[in-house]
């Protein structure tokens, strides 16, 4: 079976999807299968693109047996919604037409956000005539609508209209969560067209490991019970009540650390000095190959999100969490999934939103159940091998391609 897997980000950037979509895309590879990947030039996290892949609108290279192809687009530091939209935009159009050089495809495989890359699915599906399967990473237009970036009635309206189109024109839609499948649901998406194949890490290449590691030792925070939040600090995210945990417990051995880059990040960090805070600092993102180090040295991982945001959309890391056998400490309002997957799995703590109090008194609650912290770590590794491991979830979706092609 020959996929054409179409994703805005992919390997060599070491960051957030493009991790697990070359993952997907080499195991699919060892099926048997044969894969093209329509990607976008790499530029993420900083939107800058990067060396060896500049001033070029198209190109074709062969990674790790995959075939890709990379299309233009608009990469800029800027911040400003515009350049943000833009980024996403000239991707979505440059793909329709740089995917039309893809050879004919058994199914199309579509990783969304960003939204419009649906049309241009759906574009080269009936070009091509080959079925396309959708995949949901956050559900749009929601979280734009819930964080404030989109307000024009007639934008909203739009979108739900793309939204709609989209999931009646795919042929399958994965979606990472029964949150998202209770979503669609209620938007008219017939249940038999939906399926819900969370993300996964990989157990293989993320294992539990010494605290002490030479990451830790880079920190210099010593015996301190000491949080972790590795990720992208941007407006879906909620890091402030870390902030102001950091100043209520600055004279406690604790020590917070913030590992990512974003739009938020340079306005936490003149909170923080504004505060004087000398038991939180900023790093950047981390190499690849030094993930696991971050992971194994946190005595508690944070995973937050905006509370606006929080029904729609679920952070990929906590899996890698998961896999490295470290406890959660989860920002997050109750019922969604983020929630839901902590408790059922024990895996953790969770605290409401914009409650710093709430957060220290967990943190102080953990520093001081050092035996049941550990259990809920070890609870977390046992549960994502059972259910949210690679080779599961790859097998899932190869299942639902096998599907789509017959149909």
């Not at 042929?171 to 938007?187: M, P, Q, R, T, Y």
């Not at 990929?316 to 470290?326: D, N, Y």
Request: proline residues 7%; charged residues 20%.
């Amino acid at each position: 079976m020959h996929i054409l897997l179409i994703a805005q980000y992919f390997k060599p950037e070491e960051v957030g999807a493009a991790i697990w979509i070359h993952q997907l895309a080499v195991d699919l590879i060892s099926m048997g299968h044969q894969v093209t990947v329509l990607t976008a030039f790499p530029n993420y996290p900083n939107r800058v693109v990067f060396e060896g892949y500049q001033r070029k609108i198209f190109m074709r290279e062969r990674l790790d047996g995959i075939d890709v192809i990379r299309t233009y687009i608009y990469a800029s530091p800027s911040e400003a919604l515009w350049s943000r939209a833009l980024n996403f935009g000239s991707f979505c159009a440059s793909a329709a037409i740089g995917g039309l050089m893809a050879p004919r495809p058994d199914v199309i495989y579509c990783i969304i956000p960003p939204l419009p890359l649906g049309l241009s699915a759906e574009f080269l599906g009936l070009v091509k005539h080959a079925p396309v399967v959708i995949n949901v990473q956050d559900i749009y237009p929601d979280i734009a609508i819930a964080l404030g970036f989109l307000r024009n009635r007639l934008l909203i309206r739009f979108f739900q209209w793309m939204e709609r189109f989209i999931y009646q024109h795919a042929a399958s839609v994965v979606v990472i969560s029964d949150g998202f499948k209770e979503n669609l649901l209620k938007k008219g998406v017939p249940a038999e067209k939906i399926q819900v194949v969370p993300n996964w890490a990989d157990p293989d290449s993320i294992t539990p490991g010494p605290k002490n590691n030479s990451f830790r030792q880079r920190l210099n925070v010593g015996n301190r019970f000491t949080l972790i939040y590795s990720g992208n600090l941007s407006y879906n995210s909620n890091v402030d009540p870390v902030i102001d945990a950091a100043e209520i417990l600055q004279n406690e051995p604790f020590a917070f650390v913030i590992v990512g880059e974003g739009a938020r990040k340079p306005e936490l960090e003149r909170k923080a000095k504004r505060k004087r805070l000398k038991n939180i600092q900023f790093l950047p993102f981390q190499p690849l190959e030094d993930y696991p180090l971050v992971l194994r040295a946190a005595d508690i991982h944070l995973v937050t999100i905006n509370t606006q945001a929080a029904m729609a959309s679920v952070p990929s890391k906590i899996f890698k969490i998961m896999a490295s056998g470290k406890p959660i400490l989860a920002i997050t309002v109750n019922g969604n999934e983020v929630h839901r997957l902590i408790t059922q799995a024990q895996c953790g703590l969770c605290v409401p939103p914009d409650n710093p109090e709430a957060l220290v008194e967990a943190l102080r609650y953990a520093a001081t159940h050092r035996d049941e912290i550990e259990q809920m770590g070890i609870n977390a590794r046992r549960y994502l091998e059972e259910h949210f491991s690679r080779s599961n979830c790859v097998a899932q979706i190869e299942k639902i391609f096998k599907k789509a092609t017959k149909g």
